[in-house]
C-alpha cells in the first residue's frame, strides 16, 4: 500500500511543482536511498532488472532511487532532468501475471534512466508495457502480485498513468493529483492503449451498450476496498485542496505524516483494519504494511530540492535534504536483519522502541524533530549552487545521527509481554525475524 500526490503551480504557494510519497512495504523490508549515475553502453548491451532482461539503451541518465532493497527497479525516484515518478499496486480483475517478468518498479527505474521529461517517461513506460506486460512476485516476506499505476511530473507537468495487464490509460493533472492503491480514471483520458474497450469487452468486463468507464470496468472491489485507498486518497485531496494556492514544503512533511484518527489520540496499537497514508503495521491479514520511506520533491526556477527520510514511519522519521549530486546518501547498503551500520536498521531501534510507548514518547520526540527538521529548512534555502547543497549534506548527516542516538539511547524497550495482544504478538515475531535484540 502506498500514497502519492503532486501539487502543480497554481496550487503552490510560491509556483513550485511539489511531489511526494510514502512507500508501503512489509515492515522487515528495508528501504535504500542510491544515487546511480548516468552511464554509456555498447550496442547490444543487455539490462538484468529484477527477473529478467531486456535490451539495453546506449546511455541511462543519472538517478536517484528509493527502492527495497532486493528489488532492480523502485517505488520513487528522481533524475538528473528533473523527473519524479512514484507507483503505486492496484488490484483488478484480471489476474496478476505470477510468472517472472518486468514488475512496476522496475518500469519506474527504466522511466527515469531514459526520458527527460514526464511526457517521455510515460512513453517509455507504456511502450515497454505492451511489449513485455507485467509480472512476477513483488512481495518481501510473501507473495504478492500486482498491477500499477504512476504519478510522473516534471519541471512544467504531470501525468497519472493506470495500467492493466498490457492495458493503461493516462491523464493530465490540473492543478494537482492524488492516487492510492486504487483505479481513479474513469469515462475520459487523454491517452490509452489501442485495446483498452475491446480487451475489458473480449473478458465481459464491459457492455457495449453502456458508456466506458476505465476503473468500473477493470478495478477489483475486494482488494480495492480492503486496501483503504479511497480514504487514504481522500485525505490526501482533501488537505491539499484547502489549502490550494497556500501549498508549502512543509504541508508536504505533514501529509506523509497524516493519521485518520485524532493525532493527540493517535496509537499504532489500535485496530484490526484499516490504514493511514502514515502506515503502521499490525496484526494482519489487513494491517500487514509499513511505510518504510518518504520522498518529497520541491521544483522551483528549474532547481529540484529533494527530501527524504530513508527510515520507516514518516511520523518518527526526519526529512533531509539531499542532492542528486551526491556521489552516494547513505554509506551503507541495508542488509534483510537488523545491522548497526545502517542508517535504517538503526532507526528501526528508535521506531520499535517507540511503539511500546507511542502516545508517551511520540510528543517529546516529536518536539525535537520538528526543531531540526525546520532547520534544515531554513538553512538548505540558503544554498543555492548544487556544490553548496551537496555539502549541506555533511552538516545534515551528524544531526540526524545525533537526534537518531539520542532518542535511541533515551528510550526504554517496555515488555509488554503481559498483555498479549496480537499486536504484541505481531510485533515480537517481526523483531524475531529481524533479529532486533533490545
Known amino acids: 500500500m502506498c500514497d502519492t500526490f503532486v501539487v502543480l503551480q497554481d496550487a503552490t504557494k510560491d509556483g513550485s511543482i511539489i511531489f511526494g510519497k510514502n512507500s508501503d512495504r512489509d515492515p522487515n523490508e528495508p528501504h535504500y536511498v542510491e544515487i546511480i549515475p548516468a552511464k554509456d553502453f555498447p550496442d547490444g548491451s543487455m539490462l538484468n532488472c529484477t527477473y529478467v532482461s531486456i ?156 458508456r466506458f468507464n476505465f476503473s468500473d470496468a477493470y478495478s477489483d472491489w475486494l482488494f480495492t476496498r480492503f486496501s483503504n485507498s479511497l480514504q487514504r486518497r ?13 501549498f508549502d514544503l512543509e504541508d508536504s512533511f505533514r501529509i506523509l505524516r497524516t493519521h485518520h484518527d485524532n493525532e493527540s489520540k493517535f496509537s499504532p496499537a489500535r485496530g484490526y483494519v484499516g490504514s493511514d497514508v502514515c502506515m503502521h503495521a499490525g496484526f494482519g491479514p489487513i494491517r500487514v504494511s509499513q511505510t518504510t520511506g518518504s520522498l518529497v520533491t520541491k521544483k522551483l526556477n528549474e532547481e529540484i530540492d529533494i527530501w527524504i527520510t530513508g527510515s520507516s514511519a514518516p511520523c518518527i522519521s526526519l526529512f533531509k535534504p539531499c542532492s542528486i549530486n551526491q556521489e552516494q546518501i547513505f554509506q551503507f547498503v541495508p542488509e534483510r536483519n537488523f545491522e548497526s551500520n545502517s542508517y535504517w536498521w538503526r532507526h528501526e531501534k528508535l521506531h520499535r522502541k517507540m511503539l ?83
Not at 382 to 390: A, G, L, T, W
Request: with cysteine; proline share 3%.
Open 234 to 246: 481522500n485525505c490526501t485531496s482533501n488537505q491539499i485542496s484547502s489549502l490550494a494556492g497556500r
Open 55 to 210: 535490451p539495453q539503451v546506449t546511455h541511462t541518465h543519472r538517478i536517484l532511487l528509493c527502492r527495497p532493497v532486493w528489488i532492480w527497479g523502485a517505488e520513487m525516484g528522481v533524475n538528473e532532468f528533473g523527473v519524479v515518478i512514484g507507483n503505486e499496486a492496484i488490484f483488478s480483475k484480471i489476474p496478476a501475471n505470477k510468472e517472472p517478468g518486468l514488475i512496476g518498479m522496475d518500469y519506474l527505474r527504466l522511466a527515469l534512466e531514459r526520458a527527460r521529461n514526464a511526457y517521455e517517461a510515460l512513453m517509455v513506460i507504456v511502450n515497454l508495457l505492451e511489449k513485455y506486460g507485467q509480472s512476477g512476485n513483488c512481495g518481501f516476506s510473501h507473495p504478492f502480485y500486482y498491477h500499477n499505476s504512476y504519478l510522473i511530473c516534471d519541471n512544467n507537468e504531470a501525468w497519472k498513468l493506470e495500467t492493466v495487464d498490457k492495458q493503461w490509460a493516462a491523464k493530465k493533472i490540473n492543478k494537482f493529483g492524488s492516487i492510492s492503491n486504487g483505479l481513479t480514471i474513469g469515462y475520459e483520458w487523454d491517452l490509452c492503449s489501442k485495446d483498452l474497450v475491446n480487451f475489458a469487452v473480449d473478458r465481459n468486463l464491459y457492455k457495449k451498450n453502456l
Open 356 to 438: 511500546t510507548d507511542y502516545q508517551n514518547s511520540f510528543p517529546k520526540y516529536q518536539v525535537d524533530r520538528d526543531k531540526i527538521e525546520h532547520s534544515f529548512i531554513v538553512e538548505n534555502s540558503k544554498r543555492v549552487s548544487s556544490q553548496e547543497k551537496v555539502e549541506f549534506w555533511d552538516q545534515i548527516r551528524y544531526q540526524s545521527n545525533e537526534l537518531l542516538d539520542n532518542w535511541v539511547n533515551k528510550l526504554e524497550f517496555k515488555d509488554q509481554r503481559k498483555f498479549l495482544t496480537p499486536y504484541y504478538i505481531t510485533w515480537t515475531k517481526n523483531n524475531r525475524e529481524a533479529k532486533l535484540d533490545f
